[in-house]
Structure formats: C-alpha cells, structure tokens
Nanobody, 114 residues
Framework: VQLQASGGGLVQAGGSLRLSCAAS????????MGWYRQAPGKQRELVAA???????NYADSVKGRFTISRDNAKNTVYLQMNSLKPEDTAVYYC?????????WGKGTQVTVSS
C-alpha cells in the first residue's frame, strides 16, 4: 500500500491550496484518513481526519478554514485549505487506517508567506 500526496506549494497569506492523497495497492477498505503537519522544531500534529462514513474532526487552529473530504471510489482524501496563514507553514502528511494498520505518505511542503 502506498499513499501519494500532492498539491503543496508556496502561497501568500489569505490564499488557498488543495492537497490530495491517493492510496494505491492491495486495498480492501480504508477506515479513517487524515492529514497531519509538522512545522520546523515542532511535533507532528493532527490537522483533520475523516472516517469512512464521512464524520470529520479538525484541529481548533484550522476550524472554519480547512475542509477535509474523501472519494471512497478513488481511495483519495483531500484537504481544502483557505485563508491560509504563515503559521500554517509545515510539511503536511496524509495517513490512512487500512485494515487496522496505519500507513503514511511522504510529506508535501506548504509554505505561506506573509
């Protein structure tokens, strides 16, 4: 199983980015999927998560600005990020619970300039 993330980049404060993460390989079903981020010198933190049924959970710092969604047919999770702030700058990682095992994608850099 592999998770491939894309969509990171450089954006000005107030701008938007959309991250995508597609799971591939021998997959029967995917339980929760989510996005984490790690800024320099800080611990990795949960940004948003979504269950197979569509229930979502967000970090307080991104509520109202970020939206997580998923396409179960494509085994893909998305993170729409609006009103970006410099403090959102980090490497963003996608993760998935597949048959009880956790899988991680390689990070994608998001940089927000002030």
């Amino acid at each position: 199983v592999q998770l491939q993330a894309s969509g990171g980049g450089l954006v000005q404060a107030g701008g938007s980015l959309r991250l995508s993460c597609a799971a591939s390989g021998s997959i029967f079903s995917i339980n929760a999927m989510g996005w984490y981020r790690q800024a320099p010198g800080k611990q990795r933190e949960l940004v948003a998560a979504i269950t197979s049924g569509g229930s979502t959970n967000y970090a307080d710092s991104v509520k109202g600005r970020f939206t997580i969604s998923r396409d179960n047919a494509k085994n893909t999770v998305y993170l729409q990020m609006n009103s970006l702030k410099p403090e959102d700058t980090a490497v963003y990682y996608c993760a998935a619970d597949i048959a009880g095992m956790d899988y991680w994608g390689k990070g994608t850099q998001v940089t927000v300039s002030s």
